[in-house]
């Protein structure tokens, strides 16, 4: 019988104790992907934002995010966690060779950057996709809200999203002209 690969198994996952002994000494690859919808002329209508349980307990809006496996691309690693996130249809429209729009360091630390994530340092590449399919909140997701980009460049929503993603959001928004 053939043993069928999960993720706990899987070649480039590690175990819950070496990710965290890991977490402990190196700085982990992330991707943060911003989906948006956009018009024929390729400007922005919508921003897509989910909502999730933090790690404490708190339900706040975040943005599609999640590490970079052993040896998988960057672009794989944002292809899929757009669709753990968003489902198989989003459809996201992602070149052959994505280029981020920034880079945040989240520290363990608070305050070192205006990115915080207790568990952990780490590097993530932030990239606003466009999305043409149907999106179902999915897997951790509780819910998807597609909101213009002026209700996503409210100060209020921003400030709630935890780790400082709401600065992300605010940067994504600036790089797409808003």
């Keep these: 019988m053939t043993q069928i690969d999960t993720p706990q198994t899987a070649a480039g996952w590690l175990s819950r104790e070496e990710l965290d002994a890991s977490r402990e000494r190196l700085p982990i690859l992330y991707v943060d992907a911003i989906p948006v919808r956009v018009d024929g002329s390729g400007t ?56 981020p729009f920034t880079v945040a360091e989240y520290f363990p630390t ?15 590449l932030a990239f606003v996709v466009p999305v043409e399919g149907d999106c179902e909140p999915q897997q951790d997701a509780l819910d998807l809200r597609w909101l213009s980009p002026a209700e996503a460049a409210d100060p209020t929503l921003q400030a709630e999203m935890a780790g400082g993603q709401g600065n992300l959001l605010r940067q994504a928004l600036a790089y797409c002209g808003f």
Excluded: C, W
Excluded at 110 to 123: N, S
């Design 110 to 124: 608070p305050g070192v950057t205006a990115f915080h994530d207790p568990r952990q340092h780490a590097v993530s």
């Design 44 to 99: 922005v209508t919508s921003v897509g934002l989910l909502l999730r349980v933090t790690g404490h307990g708190q339900i706040s809006r975040a943005l599609v995010s999640g590490r970079v496996n052993y040896q998988e691309r960057v672009r794989t690693a944002v292809l899929r966690h757009l669709e753990k996130d968003l489902g198989p249809l989003a459809l996201p429209r992602l070149p052959p060779a994505p280029q």
